[in-house]
């Protein structure tokens, strides 16, 4: 059983930055892909990038050049460092730990979420 814990939301200006942080405990991330969803109001969950075990990462189209995920194996922990930051990208944001790919179905555990704001 992976646990998960995300933080390092909260309200930015557009333009602006932000890191997220998904911390695992329970046991390690070794093996599984991590990655980030995103879900604003109204609106379903979606995929935001994914860092496979090996260290390859995936970007849905709209967020590459501007997200970037990483991790720190010995912190067990995966970050998401966010830039040019608009009011397009309020949401939640869940980190996720499973198979990889783009789908939700495809990630057993899951964080709480943490809320991104991003003021115009």
């Known amino acids: 059983q992976v646990q998960l814990i995300e933080s390092g939301g909260g309200l930015v200006q557009a333009g602006g930055s932000l890191r997220l942080s998904c911390a695992a405990s329970g046991r390690s991330f070794r093996g599984y892909t991590v990655g980030w969803f995103r879900q604003a109001p109204g609106k379903e969950r979606e995929f935001v990038a994914a860092?496979?075990?090996?260290?390859?990462?995936s970007y849905a189209d709209s967020k590459k050049g501007r997200f970037t995920i990483s991790s720190d194996n010995a912190k067990n922990t995966v970050y998401l460092q966010m830039n040019s930051l608009s009011p397009a990208d309020t949401a939640v944001y869940y980190c996720?730990?499973?198979?990889?790919?783009?789908?939700?179905?495809?990630?057993?555990?899951w964080g709480q979420g943490t809320q991104v704001t991003v003021s115009s």
């Open positions: 996720a730990a499973g198979f990889g790919g783009k789908s939700s179905r495809n990630y057993n555990y």
């Open positions: 860092i496979w075990s090996g260290g390859s990462t």
